[in-house]
T-cell receptor, first 113, second 110 residues
Framework: DVKVTQSSRYLVKRTGEKVFLECVQD?????MFWYRQDPGLGLRLIYF???????EKGDIPEGYSVSREKKERFSLILESASTNQTSMYLC????????????FGPGTRLTVT | KNEVEQSPQNLTAQEGEFITINCSYS?????LHWLQQHPGGGIVSLFM???GKKKHGRLIATINIQEKHSSLHITASHPRDSAVYIC????????????FGTGTRLQVTL
């Protein structure tokens, strides 16, 4: 079974702090994704990565950056957390190609106070 | 207008009822996904389809490419089916990106 894990289920941070969210997958998937999920808006793509050291902006990249130094790990960084970044963050991975589904991690609920 | 629209937004059913959740989309697609999210956040992929119909246990997913419409059916619903069901589409020409609907919250009662 594919396993996607995220470093924390719940996180509380203060405004202005630098926040790291980690995601690890164990199936050698090329593609990895970071989404945020907000009520009434559904999942929105923040960044994705086709492969190691490759990244591409999604629909809402402002205020975020990412790092993919190893194939299994994809990190989301909030350089200076703000209250409007309070949300559920979901990581996903998949094999590269049209016919493959995404596998999701359990999510991190981040609260910025 | 969102590219992916789901209906209804909320649905309450009694155990045993037949349930239908609808998804309409406005772009050409290469695939459509149905996902399930239980309270607590984890998302599980139920189906990925590009034509016709797929069945897994009590779940059936259909898609009509010409009408840009898909349905998810649950037969003999059970309280453990209570979850949010999310439709997502992969636009034609985009190998990896998905566009998501806002989800249908299903509550099945005894």
């Amino acid at each position: 079974d594919v396993k996607v894990t995220q470093s924390s289920r719940y996180l509380v941070k203060r405004t202005g702090e630098k926040v790291f969210l980690e995601c690890v997958q164990d199936m050698d998937h090329e593609n990895m994704f970071w989404y945020r999920q907000d009520p009434g808006l559904g999942l929105r793509l923040i960044y994705f990565s086709y492969d190691v050291k490759m990244k591409e902006k999604g629909d809402i990249p402002e205020g975020y950056s990412v790092s993919r130094e190893k194939k299994e790990r994809f990190s989301l960084i909030l350089e200076s957390a703000s209250t409007n970044q309070t949300s559920m963050y979901l990581c996903a991975s998949r094999v590269h190609g049209l016919a493959y589904e995404q596998y999701f991690g359990p999510g991190t609920r981040l609260t910025v106070t | 207008k969102n590219e992916v629209e789901q209906s209804p937004q909320n649905l309450t059913a009694q155990e045993g009822e037949f349930i239908t959740i609808n998804c309409s989309y406005s772009v050409g697609i290469s695939a459509l996904h149905w996902l399930q999210q239980h309270p607590g956040g984890g998302i599980v992929s139920l189906f990925m389809l590009s034509s016709g119909k797929k069945k897994h246990g009590r779940l059936i997913a259909t898609i009509n490419i010409q009408e840009k419409h898909s349905s998810l059916h649950i037969t003999a619903s059970h309280p453990r089916d209570s979850a949010v069901y999310i439709c997502a589409v992969r636009s034609a020409g985009t190998a990896s990106k998905l566009t998501f609907g806002t989800g249908t919250r299903l509550q099945v009662t005894l």
